[in-house]
């Protein structure tokens, strides 16, 4: 069972940058997969960019030039950093983490991020 906790969500303007932070409970050089996905009142959860096994990296078109995701394996953290932020960027964020690279099983509780126009 890995847990993951999220942080770093807020409000804010348009134009204007945050970073989430997902701290797992465990190794995170021993996770092949680890993600970042959003969910929007009324809309399905989509993925935003996630890390595979060998360092293969993928981010969803609307958040590319825009989004980055990292990691620190010594902090057991993974970080989304989000510049150039738009009001359809308004969502809760959550982390996920699965042992295969073919996606995840476990998630975190979600941090919400609210852009204003």
């Known amino acids: 069972q890995v847990q993951l906790v999220e942080s770093g969500g807020g409000l804010v303007q348009a134009g204007g940058s945050l970073r989430l932070s997902c701290v797992a409970s465990?190794?995170?050089?021993?996770?092949?997969?680890m993600g970042w996905y959003r969910q929007a009142p009324g809309k399905q959860r989509e993925l935003v960019a996630r890390?595979?096994?060998?360092?293969?990296?993928y981010y969803r078109d609307s958040v590319k030039g825009r989004f980055t995701i990292s990691r620190d394996n010594a902090k057991n953290t993974v970080y989304l950093q989000m510049n150039s932020l738009k009001p359809e960027d308004t969502a809760v964020y959550i982390c996920a983490a699965g042992w295969v690279v073919a996606g995840p099983s476990y998630w975190g509780q979600g941090t919400q991020v609210t852009v204003s126009s």
């Open positions: 890390f595979t096994s060998g360092d293969s990296t």
């Open positions: 465990e190794s995170i050089f021993r996770i092949n997969y």
